[in-house]
Structure formats: structure tokens, C-alpha cells
């Protein structure tokens, strides 16, 4: 296997702390609409992807929820790609 550009975990982490935050904002922060809207776009963008690379993203996104010390955010790493319809099933 080849080393992974370290620019990826980046961008992956970015893209779920922009997604848990539409998430988890009040209507006053962010219109819900907009929240919806702009997390669907964030999963069709990312179901585009060619399949090896959706595969090395859901890697990326294991590998942060393995690391996660805060409960509550790994739970959320972990059911992020389902929830954002990476993958069609939700393992346990």
C-alpha cells in the first residue's frame, strides 16, 4: 500500500467537522434548509468520487473514529458515512 498524502485525513476531517457542525447548530445559527442542503451536496460530492478513492476515504474516516478520544464525536465518525450515504448499510 502506498503512504497516504497527509493533505487527505486534512480535508477529511474538515469536511466532518463542517458536516457535524450543520448538524448540530440551532435554527438561529444556520437556516435548517440550508444545513440539509448543504450536507446532501456534501454526500453527492463525495458519492462521485471513483470507487477506490470512496474506498480510501471510508479508510481515512475509520482510522479518525479508531482515534477519537471523545465519545461522542467518534459515534458520529463512525455513523458518518452512512449518514452521509457513503455506504448503504450501517455496520455496528
Known amino acids: 500500500m502506498t503512504e497516504m498524502d497527509p493533505l487527505v485525513p486534512a480535508l477529511a476531517g474538515l ?10 447548530c440551532g435554527d438561529e445559527e444556520v437556516d435548517p434548509d440550508s444545513a440539509v442542503k448543504m450536507t446532501e451536496n456534501v454526500g453527492s460530492v463525495l458519492l462521485k468520487l471513483p470507487a477506490a478513492q470512496r474506498d480510501r476515504l471510508l479508510q481515512v474516516f475509520a482510522d479518525m473514529a479508531e482515534a477519537e478520544r471523545d465519545p461522542g464525536r467518534r459515534e458520529f465518525l463512525e455513523s458518518f458515512p452512512f449518514a452521509i450515504g457513503m455506504v448503504e448499510n450501517q455496520e455496528s
Do not use: A, K, Y
Open 15 to 24: 469536511v466532518v467537522d463542517i458536516v457535524w457542525f450543520l448538524e448540530s
